[in-house]
Nanobody, 121 residues
Framework: QVQLVESGGGLVQAGDSLTLSCTASGLAFSDFAMGWFRQAPGKERDFLAAISWGGSSTYYGDSVKGRFAISRDNAKKKVYLQMNKLKPEDTAIYYC??????????????WGQGTQVTVSS
């Protein structure tokens, strides 16, 4: 059974930094591209970042380019999202995803349950 478990969410102030982690189990982690999406109340799901299976290629959504950074540790089966200069509009549930191809589309095979990030002004 594949599981993606996000952690590291919480309440922060505008301008703060936060790092999300996602731990994978039940899959050959190094064979999968990984990514992050988020969804705010009443809004569509938003692509944030993706990283290729080996970590050599990364992709970012326009809303977070330059502020967020994705990385992975295949030995630990973890993927991270470093978030800097957080804004109130970054408030959302953040989801970890795994799939065969790093893509901004919602074509990933597996999704985590999500972790809440709230940014106060």
């Amino acid at each position: 059974q594949v599981q993606l478990v996000e952690s590291g969410g919480g309440l922060v102030q505008a301008g703060d930094s936060l790092t999300l982690s996602c731990t994978a189990s039940g899959l050959a982690f190094s064979d999968f591209a990984m990514g992050w999406f988020r969804q705010a109340p009443g809004k569509e799901r938003d692509f944030l970042a993706a990283i290729s299976w080996g970590g050599s290629s990364t992709y970012y959504g326009d809303s977070v380019k330059g502020r967020f950074a994705i990385s992975r540790d295949n030995a630990k089966k973890k993927v991270y999202l470093q978030m800097n200069k957080l804004k109130p509009e970054d408030t959302a549930i953040y989801y970890c995803v795994a799939g065969r191809i790093a893509s901004p589309l919602e074509t990933y095979d597996y999704w985590g349950q999500g972790t809440q990030v709230t940014v106060s002004s």
